[in-house]
C-alpha cells in the first residue's frame, strides 16, 4: 500500500502520481477497507492516517480526545490499545502525564463525559497527578460547563505540599488563583483556551 501514512489529499496526489479525482476515489476505496481514519487540520484541511493497524479497531488516547474536543491532536499510531475500551478517566490522567501543553489544553473537554470520580481518583492518586486533575478541572470550570466533581475527589491536604510544575517553568498569568488553591504550576492561559468559546 503505497499511501501508508499520514497524508492530504496533495501529498497522496504527489505520492501516487494521480489526479485529484482519482486520489480521492483511492482514499474512498480505502477507507470502505477499513485503513483510513480522518481529522481536520488547523487549516481546515482534512488529513488521512493510513493504516493497516486501523482495521483491528484499536485506539490511541489521542484519537478519544480528539472525539470529543474541539482542538484536535496528531494521533500517534504506534501508541494503540486493543482489545478493551479506554475510559475517559484513564485519558485524562494520561493527557496531565504527557507534558504536552496541546495534549492538555485539548484534554479540559473531557471533563464533560466524567462518569467515575472515584476511577479517576484512583488514576490520579496511582500516577501521582491528582492535584493536576483537580486544577485543570478547576480551569474547565471556568472555561465551559463540566458536570461537578465528586466531593469526595477535592477531599486532601494541601497544606504545606511544594509547588509543582505540569511542565517545567511554565506558569499562568491568568490562573494564578487556582495556583494557589492547588499549588500547582499550569501550563496555559485564558488566550490558550479560545477554541473552547
Known sequence: M??????????????????RS?????????RKKG??????????KRIYYIFPENK????????????????????????????????????????VKSNDIRTIIASLSLFRY??????????????KTTR???????????TMKTKRM??????????GEKYEYFIFNFKSKDFSDIEKKWRIYLPLNAADLEDYK
Open 114 to 127: 466524567v462518569k467515575d470520580w472515584l476511577l479517576l481518583k484512583k488514576l490520579a492518586k496511582d500516577k
Open 132 to 142: 493536576m486533575i483537580c486544577a485543570l478541572y478547576d480551569v474547565a470550570r471556568k
Open 56 to 95: 483491528i479497531q484499536g485506539k490511541s488516547y489521542e484519537e478519544i480526545i480528539n472525539k470529543y474536543s474541539p482542538i484536535k491532536l496528531q494521533e500517534n499510531n504506534m501508541h494503540k490499545i486493543y482489545g478493551r475500551d479506554i475510559p475517559i478517566e484513564e485519558v485524562l490522567v494520561y493527557a
Open 35 to 44: 485503513y483510513v481514519k480522518t481529522t481536520q487540520g488547523s487549516d481546515k
Open 2 to 19: 503505497d499511501a501508508i501514512g499520514i497524508n492530504t489529499v496533495d501529498s497522496l496526489m504527489n505520492k501516487l502520481h494521480r489526479n
Open 150 to 159: 465528586d466531593k469526595r475527589f477535592k477531599r486532601m491536604k494541601i497544606t
Open 22 to 30: 482519482s486520489t480521492i476515489k483511492y482514499i474512498s476505496r480505502l
